[in-house]
């Protein structure tokens, strides 16, 4: 069984809605998986943001119980860790480094096997190539700095925007966004439920 921790900031935006999503994806497609969520900057027991709720409750979906303060035991539990932007990404895995096999951003995820996680692989070598340099006293070549310019411009943004503090109408957009990635993640999931 697939056990997903989705996890964002607060745990009552972003990362409550993806637990509600996902657990109505799963659910609608009979498919074996647990889901939790978790704030990595957060107290235990806070409420849904209203907005959030209302984004849920629109779809009809249940609201999960109040925020719950990213613990070791979580880690350890997931068998898919998805954060809502790479800066989540990067504290899990400064606290937690050996979860590095099993957390993405959820686009990242949603993504992989697409060719643009060529290009994202590319850029990480080229940005790697260019700290040796730049320690060694080096630049970057013209070719390099050019070909790592058109790879930013093509590589998608992997975070989903925080809506705190915005309208309900910003609230639903992001549910939305969060909606379109796990639902390309479930359907990879249908593929290939081994791809982790």
């Known amino acids: 069984m697939n056990r997903i921790l989705i996890v964002c900031t607060g745990n009552t935006c972003r990362s409550p809605m993806a637990e509600a999503l996902m657990k109505d994806?799963?659910?609608?497609?009979?498919?074996?998986?647990?889901?939790?969520?978790?704030?990595?900057?957060?107290?235990d027991g806070?409420?849904?943001?209203?907005?959030?709720?209302?984004?849920?409750?629109?779809?009809?979906?249940a609201l999960p119980e109040g925020s719950t303060s990213?613990?070791?035991?979580?880690?350890?539990?997931?068998?898919?860790?998805?954060?809502?932007?790479?800066?989540?990404?990067?504290?899990?895995?400064e606290r937690f480094p050996q979860a590095l096999s099993k957390t993405f951003t959820l686009k990242e995820y949603a993504l992989r096997g697409d060719p643009v996680m060529d290009d994202v692989a590319e850029a990480e070598r080229l940005y790697s190539e260019w700290q040796v340099?730049?320690?060694?006293?080096?630049?970057?070549?013209?070719?390099e700095r050019t070909r790592l310019l058109e790879l930013q411009?093509?590589?998608?943004?992997?975070?989903?925007?925080?809506?705190?503090?915005?309208?309900?109408?910003?609230?639903?957009?992001?549910?939305?966004?969060?909606?379109?990635a796990l639902l390309t993640?479930?359907?990879?999931?249908?593929?290939d439920p081994n791809d982790r």
């Open 25 to 43: 994806l799963a659910a609608r497609g009979g498919k074996p998986i647990e889901v939790r969520s978790a704030g990595i900057s957060t107290i």
């Open 46 to 61: 806070l409420p849904v943001s209203p907005h959030a709720a209302t984004a849920l409750r629109k779809r009809k979906l």
């Open 70 to 93: 990213l613990k070791a035991d979580d880690v350890l539990w997931a068998s898919l860790i998805l954060t809502m932007t790479a800066g989540h990404k990067r504290s899990i895995l």
């Open 133 to 143: 340099k730049q320690a060694l006293g080096q630049n970057l070549t013209g070719a």
């Open 153 to 180: 411009r093509r590589i998608p943004d992997f975070d989903v925007a925080d809506p705190f503090g915005g309208s309900l109408a910003l609230y639903e957009q992001t549910a939305d966004e969060i909606e379109d």
């Open 185 to 191: 993640l479930i359907d990879k999931l249908d593929r």
